[in-house]
C-alpha cells in the first residue's frame, strides 16, 4: 500500500468519522438550531474528505475527470452549504414558539423583528 492510498483512506476515515459525530449530535441535540448544526457538519465535514479521496484516486488513475468532478463538488460544498443552512436556520428561528425555544441569549431577535 503506497502513502496515496493510505493518505485516501484517512480522507475516508475522517469522514466517517465526522458522518458519526454529525448524526449523534443531530440525536441527542435538545432543539432545531443545534440539530441543524449538526446536520450541516454532516453535509461539509463528512463529504468533503471522501471526495477529496475520490479526487486523489481520479488523478492517480489517470481519470482526471473523476479528479476534477470530485473538485468541482468539494467547491459546491464550500459554496452552497453554509448559505442553505443559514438559510434554514433562519427559517427555523423565525417560526419557533416561545417555549420549545432553548435559546438564552437572543442576539438574532432585535435584527429579525
Known amino acids: 500500500m503506497g502513502i496515496w492510498e493510505i493518505i485516501m483512506l484517512i480522507l475516508i476515515i475522517i469522514g466517517i468519522f465526522f458522518t458519526f459525530a454529525?448524526?449523534?449530535g443531530i440525536l441527542r441535540m435538545p432543539d432545531t438550531l443545534c440539530r441543524l448544526q449538526s446536520s450541516t457538519n454532516i453535509a461539509t465535514m463528512g463529504?468533503?474528505?471522501v471526495a477529496l479521496a475520490c479526487s486523489i484516486y481520479?488523478?492517480?488513475n489517470n481519470n482526471t475527470s473523476i479528479g476534477i468532478k470530485s473538485l468541482i463538488i468539494i467547491f459546491f460544498l464550500l459554496i452552497t452549504n453554509p448559505v442553505a443552512?443559514?438559510?434554514m436556520?433562519?427559517?427555523a428561528y423565525k417560526h419557533l414558539d416561545e417555549k420549545s425555544n432553548k435559546v438564552k441569549y437572543d442576539h438574532?431577535?432585535?435584527d429579525i423583528k
Open 85 to 87: 443552512s443559514h438559510a
Open 22 to 24: 454529525g448524526v449523534v
Open 89 to 91: 436556520a433562519r427559517a
Open 58 to 60: 481520479g488523478f492517480l
Open 47 to 49: 463529504a468533503m474528505p
Open 108 to 110: 438574532y431577535g432585535r
